[in-house]
């Protein structure tokens, strides 16, 4: 390969060829958000090689005063990040190499930056599903709140996003409650599997010091070491599980979303959204947009996108580490980033959110939404088969509709000419009250139900 060649190409770059590598291969942009791990674990590698009497207490010592000045300089903001470094493993090590000398080549005895990259993620990831397991009892709290001040408040119930029973609006609320809470455990399951240390598989094989990775694993919170080398410098499965369990909440998040930006809508009106989460149009002063909820309903767009692009990158990646695997953390970062975000902003919403009772009540009786509830009626009380009662029904609400008013308002008469059976105890069930509380079922929307489901989720959550 001739140097002429390259310059002609490397030209279209400032600074030529090197200056294209460097700008494709260093990571220092990015992963300086993993100082803090990385130093962690020097640390924690440090200590245990002179545990193990491969570092002497002296330049252990030194290792560990230096690292400490690091982060101090990191986390003032006067660390002097450099590209031609690469990455934050060397650019950590080289400030490491000014401030201490000679001791701080010893650090990286028996390691590579594949098992110190690999801890140090892991680390980060850790750390992030222990913010999303927050982040959403705080939601979830928060959904319980609302569930709490309306276990009664009857709303309609949708499929199709058509009216279709009454249900209570604690019920509704209570829905989220329960896809969180899955989405908690995917956290929890996720954290339980990610949590072992695989510091100590080096570049790939292992190593021929006398390391003891029991004691690295236990100093950085691990439920023990990684068992196979190999696997622990090419594995990614802890940000893809995130990823996995970001996605499926961040799609939880933006059904809800898109409910308030239905029901706060003017055709709705459910809801009122608080000012803090809602914006005006600059021309249009009737409006409130609802910015949160719509920015809310597109950040799985990101999330999802994330976790597509990690996949990407691992799916026929040889073993073991290769560089594509670098193109992981910008991902995981901005993910996490807008999951945090997201879940913040989503408890802030519904903390701040006010239920219109009047109109939520108007809605649930409206299209009928009582006709399984004359249809179950007349199977109990006139034993009649439910198909023929779902027949008497649809006459029924037929003629409710010609006359332009709802079921409760016919007459017993007029009931009695389509089905000569029906008697004045048919009343009982008809309106929205009567219909929520009929639904006595475990899991179902009468009030009763839901303050059980509510009273519950309380306690599992103090
Ligand atoms: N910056 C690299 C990464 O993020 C660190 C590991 C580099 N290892 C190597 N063998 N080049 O993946």
């Known amino acids: 390969m001739s140097d002429g060649a390259n310059s002609m190409w490397g030209g279209r770059f400032a600074g030529g060829v090197n200056a294209i590598m460097e700008a494709i291969n260093a990571s220092i942009g990015f992963d300086k958000r993993l100082y803090a791990q990385d130093i962690a674990g020097s640390r924690a590698h440090a200590a245990m090689l002179?545990?193990?009497?491969?570092?002497?207490?002296?330049?252990?010592?030194?290792?560990?005063?230096?690292?400490?000045?690091?982060?101090?300089?990191?986390?003032?903001?006067?660390?002097?990040?450099?590209?031609?470094?690469?990455?934050?493993?060397m650019n950590i090590e080289a400030r490491l190499k000014t401030i201490i000398g000679e001791p701080a080549g010893r650090l990286h005895t028996a390691r590579s930056r594949n098992d110190q990259v690999a801890v140090d993620f892991r680390l980060w990831v850790r750390e992030q599903c222990d913010a999303a397991i927050g982040g959403i009892d705080a939601l979830m709290r928060a959904f319980l709140h609302q569930a709490e001040a309306g276990a009664d408040w009857v709303m309609p119930g949708f499929t199709h996003l058509?009216?279709?029973?009454?249900?209570?609006?604690?019920?509704?609320?209570?829905?989220?409650?329960?896809?969180?809470?899955?989405?908690?455990?995917?956290?929890?399951?996720?954290r339980k599997r990610m949590n072992e240390?695989?510091?100590?598989?080096?570049?790939?094989?292992?190593?021929?010091?006398?390391?003891d990775r029991h004691m690295t694993a236990a100093a950085l919170g691990f439920d023990r070491p990684t068992a196979n080398s190999l696997d622990s410098t090419a594995d990614r499965d802890f940000a893809l599980e995130f990823l996995g369990a970001a996605s499926i909440c961040a799609m939880h998040l933006s059904r809800f979303a898109e409910e308030l930006v239905i029901w706060s809508s003017?055709?709705?009106?459910?809801?009122?959204?608080?000012?803090?989460?809602?914006?005006?149009?600059?021309?249009?002063?009737?409006?409130?947009?609802?910015?949160?909820?719509?920015?809310?309903?597109?950040?799985?767009?990101?999330?999802?996108?994330?976790n597509v692009a990690l996949f990407t990158v691992m799916k026929g990646l040889a073993l073991t580490y290769s560089k594509d695997m670098q193109e992981d953390k910008e991902q995981v970062f901005d993910a996490a980033d807008s999951l945090m975000l997201s879940l913040a902003a989503m408890e802030g919403m519904v903390r701040d959110m006010t239920a219109n009772v009047d109109a939520l009540r108007a809605?649930?009786?409206?299209?009928?939404?009582?006709?399984?509830?004359?249809?179950?009626w007349?199977?109990?009380?006139?034993?009649?088969?439910?198909?023929?009662?779902?027949?008497?029904?649809?006459?029924?609400?037929?003629m409710a509709e010609d006359a332009g008013i709802d079921l409760p308002d016919l007459t017993l008469e007029q009931m009695q000419s389509v089905h000569a059976g029906i008697t004045k105890d048919v009343f009982d069930v008809l309106g929205v009250d009567?219909?929520?509380?009929?639904?006595?079922?475990y899991g179902g929307t009468a009030p009763d139900q839901v303050r059980a489901q509510i009273a519950r989720w309380k306690e599992s959550l103090a």
């Open 378 to 398: 007349l199977v109990r009380a006139l034993n009649l088969p439910f198909r023929d009662a779902h027949h008497v029904t649809g006459s029924l609400v037929k």
């Open 162 to 190: 058509q009216t279709a029973q009454p249900v209570t609006w604690g019920h509704h609320m209570m829905a989220y409650v329960e896809m969180l809470a899955r989405d908690r455990s995917r956290f929890e399951d996720a």
């Open 50 to 89: 002179a545990a193990q009497g491969i570092l002497t207490p002296a330049d252990q010592q030194a290792i560990d005063a230096g690292l400490q000045q690091v982060k101090a300089e990191i986390e003032a903001g006067d660390f002097p990040f450099s590209a031609a470094l690469e990455d934050i493993h």
């Open 266 to 306: 003017a055709q709705f009106r459910f809801v009122r959204l608080s000012d803090s989460f809602t914006t005006g149009s600059s021309i249009m002063p009737q409006k409130k947009n609802p910015d949160a909820a719509e920015l809310l309903r597109a950040k799985l767009g990101r999330i999802l996108g994330a």
């Open 197 to 211: 240390c695989p510091l100590g598989a080096a570049a790939l094989a292992g190593t021929s010091f006398p390391i």
């Open 434 to 441: 009567n219909s929520v509380r009929s639904r006595i079922s």
């Open 363 to 376: 809605a649930a009786g409206s299209g009928f939404s009582t006709a399984t509830d004359l249809a179950d």
